[in-house]
C-alpha cells in the first residue's frame, strides 16, 4: 500500500471474466500447483487499465493437486510484468472506451506462493475480507456512477439554459415543464447519494459488515435502475442537440448503460436479496436447482 501511494502505482483488479453469472467468488482461470507456486493460464475480460497497470489483483481457482484436496479461489497480488502476461485489445463497445477493458492472457504464468494474498472456498462469499471487498466495490461504483450523472446534470442545465423554445420566447429552464422533469430526476440522484453516504459512514464506523452485505448490494441495484434512467430523461428533456456526438451527454449516456454490468450482477443479486427477504440462506451464486434449500442441505 506504501507503495502504491508513494509511487503512484495504477492496480488494476481481475476478477471479472465471461461464464460466471455474476459470480464474484469463482473463476475459470485454473491454478495448477507447482513446486514453490502456482502455475496459471486463462484469460481475464473485460479488464480496466489491462495494458497500463503496474499491479494486478488477480483472482483465480486451484485445480485439484490429486490428494483430493477441494479446489479453491486464490486472489494474488502480481506485477504486470510477469512472465507469460499478454493483453489483447478486444475493448471495442458503446461506451466507456477510455477506460482500457480490454482481455488480460496468462500462458503458463508462474505465481510465486508469496504473492498469493487470499485463499477462500469457491462460490462462498462469507469471509469478512470478500464481504468488505463487496461492500467497497458497491459503494466505489455506485460514487462513480453519481460523479458521471452529476456531470451530465451541468451539461443539462447550460443546454437547457441555451434551448429556447421559440413560440413561447422561453428557455427551457425557464418552464415549469422542464423544470418538473429534471426535478423529479435530481431527487432520485440525491436520494441515491444520500444512501451511499450514510453506507460509507456505517463501513467508517466498524459496524458489522455481515449486516451491511444486504444494503451494499441494494444500492448497487437500485443505482444500476436509476443512473440509466436518469441520463435518458436528461438527455430527452435537451432534445435532439443531446443525441449528437458534439454533445458530451451523448457520452454520459452511452457510458451510463456499463454500471449494469459490473460484478455481481444483478441477477445473483436480486437473486440473494430475494432469499435474503424470504429468510432463506443466501449466497452470491446463481443457483437455478436450489440445492442449498433441499432438506437436509
Avoid at 440522484?189 to 455481515?210: F, H, I, P, S, W
Wanted: glycine share 10%; proline share 6%.
Amino acid at each position: 500500500m506504501e507503495a502504491v501511494a508513494t509511487q503512484a502505482l495504477i492496480v488494476a483488479s481481475a476478477v471479472a471474466e465471461p461464464g460466471l453469472g455474476g459470480s464474484v467468488n469463482r473463476s475459470t482461470l485454473r491454478a495448477k500447483p507447482v513446486e514453490g507456486g502456482w502455475e496459471v493460464s486463462g484469460r481475464k475480460a473485460p479488464l480496466s487499465f489491462s495494458a497500463c497497470a503496474d499491479l494486478i489483483t488477480l483472482q483465480l481457482q486451484s485445480e485439484s493437486n490429486g490428494d483430493g484436496s477441494p479446489s479453491r479461489v486464490l486472489v494474488a497480488l502480481i506485477p504486470r510484468s510477469l512472465p507469460g502476461i499478454s493483453t489483447q485489445r478486444t475493448w471495442d463497445t458503446m461506451g466507456m472506451r477510455g477506460s482500457g477493458s480490454d482481455t488480460l492472457v496468462l500462458e503458463r504464468c508462474f505465481i510465486p506462493n508469496p504473492l498469493i494474498v487470499y485463499q477462500g472456498v469457491p462460490g462462498v462469499a462469507g469471509d469478512d475480507d470478500i464481504i468488505a471487498g463487496i461492500i467497497w466495490f458497491c459503494l466505489i461504483l455506485t460514487s462513480s456512477y453519481l460523479g458521471l450523472a452529476e456531470a451530465a446534470l451541468r451539461v443539462t442545465r447550460d443546454l437547457l439554459g441555451r434551448g429556447r423554445i421559440a413560440h413561447l420566447d422561453a428557455a427551457r429552464a425557464e418552464l415549469p415543464s422542464f423544470q418538473s422533469v429534471i426535478g423529479q430526476q435530481v431527487a432520485a440522484l440525491l436520494t441515491l447519494e444520500a444512501a451511499c453516504a450514510a453506507l460509507a459512514g456505517l463501513m467508517d464506523a466498524k459496524q458489522k459488515r455481515q449486516s451491511l452485505l444486504a444494503p451494499a448490494l441494494a444500492l448497487k441495484q437500485h443505482a444500476i435502475r436509476i443512473v440509466p434512467e436518469v441520463l435518458s430523461e436528461f438527455a430527452q428533456a435537451c432534445g435532439g442537440a443531446a443525441y449528437s456526438r458534439s454533445c458530451p451527454l451523448e457520452r454520459f449516456w452511452r457510458d451510463s448503460h456499463a454500471i449494469r454490468f459490473h460484478p455481481p450482477t444483478p441477477v445473483p443479486v436480486a437473486q440473494y436479496l430475494g432469499r435474503i427477504g424470504l429468510g432463506f440462506p443466501a449466497a452470491l451464486d446463481l443457483d437455478e436447482s436450489s440445492p442449498s434449500l433441499r432438506r437436509g442441505a
